[in-house]
Each structure stands twice: as C-alpha cells, then as structure tokens.
Nanobody, 115 residues
Framework: QVQLVESGGGLVQPGGSLRLSCAASGSIFSPNFMAWYRQAPGKQRELVASIFRDSSTNYADSVKGRFTISRDNAKNTVYLQMNSLIPEDSAVYYC?????????WGQGTQVTVSS
C-alpha cells in the first residue's frame, strides 16, 4: 500500500525558512501531479503550490516569490522550500499526488510561524 510520508515542519520565527519533503513509500509510477495544500484552523484547505511531470509549476498568489516547489522524479519526492515566512503561513501542510487515476494524501505536517 502506498503512503506519502511528510517531513520538515516545525516552529519558525517570522522571516525564517523551512523545507518540507514528501516521499512515497512503496512502488508507484511517476506522479502526473504533485502538490502542497495547507489548512489553518477554521479555514478550508487551500492549494499552495503544484508541479506537473514536465516540471511546470503553479503557486497561490499569497506565496508567490516566497515558496518554491520542486520534485525528484527518481525518488518520487516533492519539496516545498518556504522562505520569508509570515504568521499567516501557519497551518497543517499536506502533500498530494495523482498517479494515473489514483489520489494520495500525506498525513500532514504542522508549520507554525511565531515569535
């Protein structure tokens, strides 16, 4: 059974940086689509950044210029480099893969931006 395993969350001061990673355990084909979502308390889950197999990317307006999504196809791993973090970035971050017609979600990793 394929699972997505996230790492890299934590507590950081405003202006700081974090790098999230998400890797698939088990054998899968190269995902068509890989993305990071986040959900803050009392808010809906929102798409933060996405990357397709051809490495084309999309970002939410709120993170453009601060976050960078990348992928390692050989490792079926997706990364999210987060710079210039602000308190509004605090949320549980989830990775999401689409492989053929199969949808996978990570368990979530907490990111807290606070002084």
């Amino acid at each position: 059974q394929v699972q997505l395993v996230e790492s890299g969350g934590g507590l950081v001061q405003p202006g700081g940086s974090l790098r999230l990673s998400c890797a698939a355990s088990g054998s899968i084909f190269s995902p068509n689509f890989m993305a990071w979502y986040r959900q803050a308390p009392g808010k809906q889950r929102e798409l933060v950044a996405s990357i397709f197999r051809d490495s084309s990317t999309n970002y939410a307006d709120s993170v453009k210029g601060r976050f960078t999504i990348s992928r390692d196809n050989a490792k079926n791993t997706v990364y999210l480099q987060m710079n210039s973090l602000i308190p509004e970035d605090s949320a549980v971050y989830y990775c999401h893969f689409i492989v053929s017609l199969n949808y996978y979600w990570g368990q979530g990793t907490q990111v807290t931006v606070s002084s």
